[in-house]
């Protein structure tokens, strides 16, 4: 069974930085396309960033493309985010999620995972 824990969330000033981390564990991370998503409050979840379990081919969001980075590290079975050039619109819960042999542009448009995190909160504000 999979099972994944965000970290890293917190409040950071306008054009500020963070690095969210996901470590997966029960089943091997290379197995598993994974994929960051958020949900701010009275809005529907959206895929932000998607990574591909086979070849890290990446999918992003239109407005967090060239700030946001997904990246992975197969050894420490945990994916990262990297934020910068942090908005308020960035301001959400971001859950990480993984789908078995997954695609990323599917999985982050159509919000498809079989697991998920439990969230961690991103406040973006001065």
């Known amino acids: 069974q999979v099972q994944l824990v965000e970290s890293g969330g917190g409040l950071v000033q306008p054009g500020g930085s963070l690095r969210l981390s996901c470590a997966m564990s029960g089943r091997p991370l290379d197995d598993y396309a994974i994929g960051w998503f958020r949900q701010a409050p009275g809005k529907e979840r959206e895929g932000v960033a998607c990574i591909s379990s086979r070849d890290d081919s990446t999918y992003y969001e239109d407005s967090v493309k060239g700030r946001f980075t997904i990246s992975r590290d197969i050894a420490e079975s945990t994916v990262y985010l990297q934020m910068t050039s942090l908005k308020p619109e960035d301001t959400a819960v971001y859950y990480c999620?993984?789908?078995?042999?997954?695609?990323?542009?599917?999985?982050?448009?159509?919000?498809?995972?079989?697991?998920w995190g439990q969230g961690t909160q991103v406040t973006v504000s001065a």
């Open positions: 999620a993984a789908a078995l042999y997954g695609r990323p542009m599917a999985m982050c448009v159509a919000v498809i995972a079989a697991s």
